[in-house]
């Protein structure tokens, strides 16, 4: 199994920007790794996802929609660590931030069992 940490939020206005990490411990290099926000009186929602690579240079990811051309997702097996570079942040980027892994395909929640114990971001206006 994999363990999951996440790092990096804070209060940014908004235009700013912030990396988010998510630091894992155990068997790292067979998960896919997602990240989901989870606005105030909202449901979890998916934002990115990078998949475990054959051969390590290679890794399909993954945006929604409301996220693409200013997230950034990427993954280093090496260090066991997945960064979420957040450019052009808006207010409605708004949430605790978890990362979690998965083993299976697709960008629902029930494709992912691990979790993170998330991190605030806010954006102010």
């Known amino acids: 199994q994999v363990q999951l940490a996440e790092s990096g939020g804070g209060s940014v206005q908004a235009g700013g920007s912030l990396t988010l990490s998510c630091k894992a411990s155990g068997d790292f290099n067979s998960y896919a790794i997602g990240w989901f926000r989870q606005a105030p009186e909202k449901g979890r929602e998916f934002v990115a996802r990078?998949?475990?690579?054959?051969?390590?240079?290679?890794?399909?990811?993954v945006y929604a929609d409301s996220v693409k051309g200013r997230f950034t997702i990427s993954r280093s097996n090496a260090r066991k660590m997945v960064e979420l570079q957040m450019n052009r942040l808006k207010p409605d980027d708004t949430g605790v931030y978890y990362c979690?892994?998965?083993?299976?395909?697709?960008?629902?929640?029930?494709?992912?069992?691990?979790w993170g114990q998330g991190t605030q971001v806010s954006v102010s206006s």
């Open positions: 979690a892994a998965s083993q299976a395909s697709g960008t629902n929640l029930e494709s992912f069992g691990l």
């Open positions: 990078v998949d475990w690579s054959l051969d390590n240079i290679y890794y399909r990811t």
